[in-house]
């Protein structure tokens, strides 16, 4: 049946995941209260958690980013690490989760958010991360267990195995029964709940749930399943063994009931973590921690703190760790610790030293990034895990609104994309805009007052420009004359360019036919430069494309032309002739690829033909029940919000990705409305 599973296996990490709003900072503040670490749970609401203690998270009352805090429970050490909800906050869920021993994925009985769950706990299985779910708000239960476990199952690939079941009183939740010690207990708000005696129909749903249990169980143990066909009672300890023991092979989800806010269920959550969780040794098994002496840890979360500097948050996978050591990084690059900090939310104690399965915080570690393994070898090592951020959806132009600010908002950007990888920062070469990309709305907000709160820079921002193009229909021969007088040597260049439309998509080509030595060599090249210059602004105010420009012909002097001279007269040539040439504007046209819940399918499909979209078609989500995915050709200038829609529809769910594909032409009104805002703008 396994090892006995009760052994101390360490300090251990435990992450807490979950749809957004289901109670994971309330869970956090309810076990740091039960276990003495602060003298009462704070509120979100309130702003006094330890968790959502930035000013961006109070403010908006939701978590944003990653919070730890270390606790110790029955002589156990245990850093719990409270991860964001809101799927535009995930990538640092992501990039902590290879480096904890469990999850406790804590949700609700609210069918509206099975896809987040759903999407969360796909994460977790990809990773082969042992979990338990938390069914939080249990006091505000409408329905009975059963059918709440049936609503959320289709959620997980792997059986959900009831640990408890509630004890009722007139409708409402007093309590629960744990089947595995086969114990009832009644709920006492912010104190340990108090054992009663199991009786009646609560004893006759108690052998029922558990008889289902361990039903679940002995499909991964047949001397258990041989037992229950031979009515057996299989002894208390070998049912601990194997719901430690299944729950460590990925094969079962516990769950276990409570109401975070009243402080319900904590403690038996927690010795569920004690008893069953896995520790430290079997971790660094599963992210393949080679065997040897050196210290070896993971960065998962990168942090600037006003004080301290950089914090870079390491769990430590094997080995004993000083302060002062040197390390090697994964992604190269060597520093030297200048501070082991515990992990507490303020990250203001000192450790002289970390062992193995501690969670800590690394001073100064300037070459250090988020995902890198670190270690005291004298080569670096290998990376053990990679959490690659999922690509932006959403864009602002951002600029200092005093321009002396603009190299500390570069610096400020620089910090802010160190410390969440999916915030991505582009420097637009046509229009020189800065354009922050990141996964939603509330994201990008977020960033924007953490420059403002953080870094002073005050900012004006606006929706970034669309890749506008323009081409041309007719071909023409055109004539550029470039002469002037004034004192000393002139300036004279004289072309003549045959101005051609090309294939859509085949940019620009220059060739040049001239004979009997009309322009000398040696200018070719800069008249060359001047029809690029005027194919950066045509007729319409945008790059001109799909154009072939020949140099047929012109003429020189001997004296005053010069490269400059024949560069402004090809210019000029270009420009007086593109107007002649029926241009036509272009936008750009992106394959846009949806993955929503499938019940939100049809409100996808109108939000796209709203938005000009052309439906390529839809299937089933590869490996997802109750998934889909829509592929449509769509305008750029269509999908600027879109993703705030999407989000809107899909109960915060749904994302897509794009893709270039090609240009085409826009005529009418349309470019009309197109070509009038954009010289407004100018």
């Not at 309130?46 to 730890?68: I, N």
């Not at 509206?112 to 082969?128: A, G, V, Y």
């Not at 769990?315 to 501070?339: E, K, M, N």
Request: hydrophobic share 40%.
């Amino acid at each position: 049946m396994g090892q006995d599973v009760r052994s101390p296996r360490g300090p251990r990490c435990i992450a807490l995941v979950g749809p957004f709003q289901s109670g994971k900072t309330t869970l956090l503040e309810a076990i740091l209260a039960r276990t003495g670490v602060i003298p009462r749970a704070g509120s979100v609401d309130a702003g006094t958690s330890v968790g959502d203690a930035t000013p961006e998270a109070r403010h908006h009352k939701m978590t944003v980013g990653l919070t730890a805090a270390t606790t110790s429970f029955m002589g156990d050490s245990y850093t719990f690490l409270d991860c964001p909800g809101s799927v535009e906050f995930a990538h640092d869920m992501r990039a902590a989760l290879p480096a904890v021993d469990a999850a406790i994925v804590v949700c609700e009985a609210d069918e509206k958010k099975l896809p987040q769950l759903q999407i969360i706990l796909r994460e977790l299985e990809e990773l082969k991360i042992p979990r338990f779910l938390f069914l939080n708000k249990i006091d505000r239960a409408n329905k009975r267990i059963r059918e709440t476990l049936a609503t959320l199952q289709p959620a997980s690939r792997v059986p959900l195995v009831l640990r408890q079941i509630p004890i009722w009183k007139d409708e409402l939740i007093e309590g629960f029964v744990d089947l595995a010690l086969e114990r009832a207990f009644i709920y006492r708000e912010h104190k340990a709940s108090e054992v009663v005696a199991l009786e009646g129909g609560d004893l006759d749903r108690e052998k029922e749930a558990r008889f289902s249990m361990l039903e679940k169980l002995a499909d991964h143990d047949d001397a258990l399943m041989e037992q229950l066909l031979e009515d057996i009672q299989p002894p208390r300890d070998a049912v601990f063994d194997d719901l430690a023991r299944e729950l460590r092979e990925g094969q079962i989800c516990p769950v276990l009931l409570g109401a975070a806010a009243r402080e319900n269920g904590v403690l038996r959550l927690m010795k569920a973590l004690r008893h069953e969780a896995p520790g430290i040794a079997e971790t660094a098994k599963r992210l393949g921690v080679p065997a040897g002496k050196d210290a070896l840890g993971f960065v998962f979360k990168t942090l600037h703190s006003q004080h301290g500097g950089k914090l870079s948050l390491t769990r430590l996978l094997a080995g004993h760790l000083d302060d002062g050591a040197t390390l090697q990084s994964s992604s190269g690059g060597l520093s030297r610790i200048s501070g082991i900090l515990a992990v507490n939310g303020a990250y203001d104690t000192k450790r002289a030293a970390a062992e193995a399965g501690d969670t800590v915080a690394l001073a100064k570690l300037d070459p250090v990034k988020t995902g890198d393994t670190v270690s005291t070898g004298k080569t670096p090592p290998d990376a053990l895990a990679a959490a690659e951020p999922t690509p932006p959806v959403l864009a602002i132009s951002i600029a200092a609104t005093d321009r002396k600010d603009d190299v500390k908002l570069g610096q400020a950007l620089a910090r802010l994309h160190e410390e969440d990888p999916s915030l991505v920062v582009v420097q637009n070469a046509q229009t020189h805009d800065t354009v922050l990309w990141g996964q939603g709305e509330m994201h990008l907000r977020v960033a924007s007052e953490r420059l403002r709160d953080r870094f002073g820079i005050k900012l004006t921002s606006h929706p970034p420009a669309i890749g506008y193009q323009e081409t041309i229909r007719k071909p023409i021969t055109q004539r550029g004359r470039h002469k002037k007088q004034s004192g000393g040597h002139g300036q004279f260049g004289d072309v003549v360019l045959d101005i051609r439309p090309m294939p859509r998509g085949d940019g620009f080509k220059f060739t040049e036919k001239v004979v009997g030595g009309a322009v000398p060599r040696n200018y070719i090249g800069a008249v060359e430069e001047g029809v690029v210059d005027g194919l950066m602004r045509g007729p319409l105010g945008f790059p001109v494309t799909d154009v072939q420009v020949t140099l047929t012909d012109g003429s020189y002097h001997s004296v005053d032309s010069s490269d400059l001279a024949f560069r402004t007269a090809a210019r000029i040539g270009l420009n007086e002739g593109l107007p002649l040439c029926q241009p036509v504007l272009l936008e750009p046209i992106h394959v846009v690829e949806i993955v929503c819940p499938t019940d939100a399918t049809a409100r996808i499909n109108a939000i796209l033909s709203a938005r000009r979209g052309q439906i390529l078609g839809f299937d089933t989500r590869d490996g997802w029940s109750g998934w889909d995915c829509v592929r449509a050709m769509m305008p750029e200038a269509e999908i600027g919000e879109l993703i705030v829609e999407l989000r809107s529809a899909t109960a915060g769910a749904g994302s897509f990705t794009r893709q270039f594909d090609h240009m085409a032409e826009v005529t009418g009104r349309a470019a009309d409305q197109i070509i009038a805002a954009h010289q407004h703008a100018a």
